[in-house]
Each structure stands twice: as structure tokens, then as C-alpha cells.
């Protein structure tokens, strides 16, 4: 499929920049042609048996070759899907002598006193294969007790008994001190030449023993099953006639190197649905929007973040896996939450006798019912399916034709029976829970860090957002929607806006009023000389580089803190006051609360250096009138919207022009993706082909 969602920027004539989205129903493909200007998609489904061959396939419907592409972007959910799913390595951990439970013991956290169903995380590593290191450190650094290198070695001869794939190493401080880590590390290769290992100083040189001890752990739980799928690709393409930079979409959104992302796999936890808000961003700068939600709903989850005062809101951890049994990420990345439900999420009876969606997915193999490729439960898209939303004839352009009577029974059979319901009204009261839960995800990345979600325009994509998003903006008292060019593919699309980008982050405590300038000048100065030397490694050079400072700050007596960005002549100036300000206000965001009178400190330095890389520019459309052209009207059919079925148009996207308005109900359709307009909403096509829609009405 071809759309010239872009113009020609002055790049290198006849080259093409690629970008493959992996998903866990889909594979997504976005082809810039820099000589033409023209973007061609392709989608497929994923392959999980080989991933590559689901890139492979995707790559020829945009009509791409490998040996025509001069830079790969690659972003992918089968890191956090390792994680979630509990499918990667046999792990071992090294630590330091007496430290050995940490993992398991966590920080005790119990979110809801009084669930009696309430359980501990549950460790990547059992305790059997978590062996102690005879060292320690204070915590400056300096050498309490030395490195038993023997007692390392035949620990090492133990692993090797055991079978063991990947080793993670956390020793004590090591933030200021990495030598006992990267000496332990040293004989690990030694003793096991085919062991993956990590060291925890590599990913994160900050306080918090646990957190930092829970990512380098499942950095190695998944490093060999990363290392060799994203080297697999490599040598895939390579063998195509590929000869660009590969780089991996990281959990915030920016770039690194493919050989980077085979050590430090846990950066791309986050790489697909991050790529999605960068491409939000991008469209926020074109449209001159400061503050949106990004929304994203594919085949297995729905994801969402948030642009605010025009940037894409990040943290420097994340629990993955639900807050009460989550392990901890202690590393940089978008500001994201993830629920699972997606298109094929599974509606199923609950234990207790309810009706639940997800976060079983029907995925890939088999899918949905109505795929007709042998599933038998029921799920989001055999629900919408069957209400008329969703057309049979013109799934994936016609590519893949649905089997109607295929999800009807599987409703009726899983979900209509047993609750004594008709198959509309069991298909209703999925969406209805799909919907509810994916509100939750806006929920979280809105009301839950101090901000009103209607404020905020929503930005929806994937293959299902659209088909849900207004009711989820009504859900959330959102007005205004806006469905970019192709959602199906706006996850490989984000790619092409992203930069080359490295975060680094130095535990340094100080209090505000007692901070010595030329001190945290000195780390600063030092963490950005690292990031520039990494960004001139890679292969494609960026237009400029771009530095940006933060520190972790938190009041006097507080055990979390909140990252405040800063700006270089706050020390140059040595501006006590201005950066105390600028805490206060941060906070108050945060928490609803500041203390403008309480003493402050800091906690962490942090720097990010950008290599910012040309971008392609989004190319108007063409201006029609209000009355959109005859022939972009498609037919009309019966799409059940609560109670009433009534009669809907139905409308082919490519044929709309700038400045078209259509009433809801309608459907508005294309290649990958169908907008569902509810009775009151109106959609107005903008300039650059974006569907705004205003939302009226009640859900439906």
C-alpha cells in the first residue's frame, strides 16, 4: 500500500529509510522513499516461529527490499513479552555476600491492604541459582573486603553443572565503584564462554539495590533470546544486500545500535509502543498542539503515554507486570501503560462467573475466530465483527476476509450460553469491558500523575484504536480525537522521527543548600562526553547533537524523588533558588502538593544526548469541500450501537479530501484500520489528512 503522507526533505536521492514494527498479532512495515517522497506500508501477520519472515513478507507488500535501505529502524514487543510470558533464559545471579534475598524480598510493597488474594512478585531467578560474591564495598566506593577471584571461579563451575544460559552480576555499590563488578564479569566470560552475562553497572549506575538488581536480572533472563532474534535479523538483511545502520527503537523512544541492543536488551522493553508517541509528538509539532494522549491498540495490548507541553513525558523506572506483583526497571524510558486487551484479546467466563477480556490473546496463531485459521474462542475483533463494525469483505484492504458465522458461534458458544445472552448482546458486553480497561491505561498516564485528561486531545492508532477510541474518550470526558494517516502502521511510522538518543544517570546526594556546583558540573560534564562518544559510533551521522540535564530531587526526609529538568545557566549561575522553583512546581504537578518552605536535596544527576537526524515533513492533502466526493462513499450496512441498529455509511479514507466533514454513525475505512464514529460525533478531515473528530453524544 502507497501514500504520500511525506515530502521530499533534500536526503540522498534513491534511497530508502525502513522501519519494522513487530507485534504480537501483526508485523508493520513504513518505507520512505527518499527521492520520491512517497511512504509505502506494508502489514502482515507476525510469525512467531521466525520472526524475520514476517519482516521479510511485510517489507515486499511496501514494495522495500533490504539492499535499497540505507537505515533499518527496528522496534519490537518480544522483550516484554519474554518478561511477561516467562519464556526466557535458565538465569543465574551473582551478589554480593549477604545480600542474597534482596531480590525476592523487594520492598515489601502491598498496594491493597486489605486483598486477601494478593501476591509477591515472583523473582526471574530461583533462589537455588543465586550465589553469593565473597566482596563488598562502602558505599564511596572504597574497598571494604577484596574479590575472592577463586570463590568467583568455582561458582562458576557450579553454573556450569547447572546448565545455566545467562548470568546476571549485582554487587553493592558498584554504582561508585564498578571494578569488583566488571572483574567478576571478566571471569563469568571466562569460565562461560557461552553464557550470556550482564553487570549491573552497565544499565544503571544508580542507588536501589533491588531496582537495580531486578534489571540487570531480567536483563539476562531475556539477553540470549534478544541477542539472537535481533542478530538473526542482522544476518537476515545482511544477506539481502543490506549494508545501512540497523538501529532499535529503546523504551524511550530514541535510537541505538543493533549490536548495542544484543547487550543491553532491556532498553527496547518498551521499543514499539515508544516509537508510537514519538510519532504523536511529531504530529503534535505539525499541528501546533502542546499537550496530547497518545493511544495505541493493537492485536494484544493497548498502550498509552502522553505529550505535555510538547514533550513526550518519560520516567527512570517502571514496574512491568501489574503494580502488585510487578519487578521493577530501573532505566530510562517513555512514560507508558499497558493493558492487556487488544483485538484479540480472549472474552472468557471468569472462575467466579464474570465475563472477562484479555489478557489471554488469540495473538497470531491461531487469532480470532473469525480469522477462520482453526481459533475457537471469542475476542474484541469477533465481537466487532459481528456488531457490524468491522466488514467482512474489506479486512486488511481485502486481503483477509472474515468469517462472520465463525465469531458468532464462538461468542455464543464461550460467553452468550453460559450467561444466558444473545450473541449482540454478549458481543456488546465485551466491548463494553475491552473499553473500560483500556480507560484504565489513559487513566494511568493522566489522572494518576496530576493531570485532567480533558484538557488533552487523544491521538489514536493501531489497527483497533480507532475502532474504539471515541467511546474510550467519552469514558474519560475527552473531546477532541484525532486518528492520524494510516494508524494501522503509525508504530513504524513514529520510527522515522526518531533520533539517536542515550541516557546516563550518576547517584549523587547532596543537599540543595550544601551542593557544590563545580562538583556536579565536573559528572555532568563527563556523562555528556560518554553519550556524544556513543552517538559518533554509530554509523549514520546526526545533523547536530542535542544535550539536555536533569537531577532527582525530593524534600528532606522524602524516600522518592521526582526528575526536574534543568538549563545549563541554572549552573552557571549557581541559581539555588531557580532550581528549588522549579522542584516545587514539579512536585506540586506530581503529588497535587509542594512545600516551597522545606529543604530539598538531590539525588541523581541525569543527562540524555540526542543525535537528532533528519526527518521527513507530513504533505497536506488535497482541499475538497465540506460534502465529501461521491465516490469516497462506499455503501451502507447495519452497525449495532447500543440498543439500536441502525442503518451507517460507510467510507473509503484514501478518498477524502481536507476540509470533508461526516456525521456520526459512520465508518470510515482503510487498509489496516476502520474509524467507528458514534451517533453525535463529527469528523472533519484536516489539512494533512488527519480524521479530528469532536465527540457528542452518549457511549454507545
Request: glycine letters at 10%; aromatic letters at 6%; hydrophobic letters at 40%.
Amino acid at each position: 500500500m502507497e501514500q504520500s503522507l511525506l515530502a521530499q526533505n533534500g536526503e540522498t536521492p534513491g534511497k530508502i529509510r525502513l522501519a519494522a514494527d513487530i507485534g504480537g498479532t501483526f508485523t508493520d512495515i513504513a518505507a520512505f522513499n527518499t527521492s520520491t517522497g512517497r511512504l509505502h506500508f506494508g502489514k502482515t501477520l507476525s510469525t512467531p516461529g521466525s520472526l524475520i519472515d514476517g519482516i521479510a513478507t511485510g517489507a515486499s507488500r511496501a514494495d522495500a527490499a533490504f539492499a535499497d535501505a540505507d537505515i533499518f529502524l527496528h522496534g519490537s514487543t518480544v522483550a516484554i513479552n519474554t518478561m511477561l510470558e516467562r519464556t526466557g533464559a535458565k538465569t543465574a545471579l551473582l551478589i554480593t555476600e549477604g545480600f542474597r534475598d534482596i531480590y525476592e524480598i523487594g520492598r515489601i510493597n502491598r498496594p491493597d491492604a486489605y486483598n486477601l488474594f494478593f501476591q509477591k512478585h515472583e523473582p526471574l531467578v530461583e533462589r537455588a541459582l543465586r550465589f553469593e560474591v565473597h566482596e563488598r564495598l562502602f558505599a564511596e566506593g572504597e574497598v571494604y573486603k577484596p574479590l575472592d577471584e577463586d570463590h568467583v571461579r568455582a561458582t562458576c563451575r557450579r553454573l556450569r553443572d547447572e546448565g545455566v544460559e545467562a548470568v546476571a552480576i549485582l554487587l553493592l555499590h558498584c554504582y561508585a565503584n564498578p571494578a569488583h563488578e566488571l572483574r567478576v564479569g571478566e571471569i563469568v566470560e571466562e569460565e562461560l564462554p557461552d553464557a550470556f552475562v550482564s553487570t549491573s553497572h552497565e544499565l544503571s549506575q544508580e542507588y536501589r539495590e533491588f531496582e537495580r538488581c531486578s534489571t540487570v536480572v531480567a536483563n539476562a533472563y531475556i539477553g540470549p533470546k534478544i541477542k539472537n532474534y535481533i542478530g538473526g535479523i542482522n544476518d537476515r538483511i545482511r544477506e539481502d544486500g543490506f549494508d545501512g545502520s540497523f538501529l532499535v527503537v529503546q523504551s524511550t523512544g530514541g535510537l541505538y545500535d543493533g549490536e548495542q541492543a544484543q547487550r543491553q536488551c532491556i532498553r527496547m522493553l518498551e521499543s514499539g509502543p515508544a516509537a508510537g508517541v514519538i510519532g504523536t509528538q511529531a504530529l503534535c509539532d505539525v499541528l501546533g498542539m502542546r499537550n496530547a494522549i497518545a493511544f495505541d491498540m493493537g492485536g494484544t495490548t493497548a498502550k498509552a503515554g502522553v505529550i505535555h507541553d510538547g514533550e513526550a513525558l518519560t520516567t527512570g523506572s517502571a514496574l512491568i507486570g501489574g503494580y502488585e506483583r510487578a519487578l521493577p526497571i530501573q532505566i530510562a524510558m517513555m512514560d507508558i501503560f499497558e493493558v492487556g486487551t487488544g483485538g484479540g484479546s480472549i472474552a472468557q467466563i471468569a472462575d467466579e462467573g464474570g465475563l472477562r477480556v484479555g489478557p489471554q490473546s488469540a495473538g497470531a496463531q491461531p487469532g480470532p475466530a473469525c480469522y477462520d485459521q482453526g481459533g475457537t474462542e471469542p475476542t474484541v475483533t469477533d465481537a466487532n465483527v459481528l456488531l457490524g463494525r468491522l466488514s467482512p469483505d474489506r479486512f486488511l484492504g481485502g486481503e483477509m476476509t472474515l468469517n462472520v458465522a465463525v465469531a458468532e458461534a464462538a461468542i455464543l458458544d464461550k460467553v452468550g450460553n453460559p450467561l444466558g445472552l444473545g450473541a449482540v448482546e454478549a458481543a456488546q458486553g465485551i466491548l463494553r469491558i475491552a473499553v473500560t480497561a483500556m480507560s484504565h491505561a489513559v487513566k494511568a498516564v493522566t489522572t494518576e500523575r496530576g493531570l485532567d485528561a480533558g484538557d488533552f486531545a487523544m491521538v489514536a492508532y493501531g489497527g483497533a484504536g480507532p475502532l474504539h477510541a471515541c467511546n474510550i474518550a467519552r469514558e474519560m470526558g475527552i473531546r477532541k480525537l484525532i486518528i492520524p494517516r494510516s494508524p494501522g502502521h503509525f508504530s513504524a511510522f513514529g520510527m522515522l522521527f526518531s533520533d539517536l538518543r542515550y541516557d546516563y544517570v550518576r547517584s549523587r546526594f547532596t543537599r540543595l543548600t550544601d551542593a557544590d556546583f563545580a562538583d556536579i558540573e565536573a559528572i555532568y560534564t563527563a556523562l555528556e562526553a560518554e553519550g556524544i562518544a556513543e552517538v559518533e559510533k554509530v554509523s549514520v551521522a546526526p545533523e547536530r547533537i542535542v544535550i539536555s540535564r536533569s537531577a532527582d530531587m525530593r524534600y528532606v526526609g522524602q524516600e522518592h524523588s521526582v526528575t526536574v529538568d534543568l538549563t545549563p545557566d541554572l549552573f552557571a549561575n549557581e541559581d539555588r533558588a531557580g532550581i528549588k522553583k522549579r522542584f516545587d512546581a514539579v512536585h506540586d504537578v506530581r503529588y497535587g502538593t509542594s512545600a516551597p518552605q522545606e529543604r530539598s536535596e538531590i539525588v541523581s544527576l541525569r543527562v540524555t544526548v540526542t543525535g537528532m537526524l533528519e526527518k521527513p515533513v507530513l504533505e497536506p492533502i488535497v482541499q475538497g469541500e465540506a460534502t465529501p466526493p461521491r465516490e469516497a462513499h462506499t455503501g451502507d450496512r447495519t452497525v449495532r450501537f447500543g440498543q439500536d441498529a441502525l442503518e451507517t455509511g460507510t467510507w473509503d479514507r484514501t478518498k477524502l479530501l481536507a476540509g470533508n466533514l461526516i456525521d456520526g454513525p459512520a465508518l470510515i475505512e482503510e487498509h489496516a484500520s476502520t474509524t467507528v464514529l458514534h451517533p453525535g460525533d463529527t469528523c472533519e478531515v484536516d489539512a494533512f489528512g488527519n480524521l479530528v473528530i469532536s465527540i457528542g453524544g452518549p457511549a454507545s
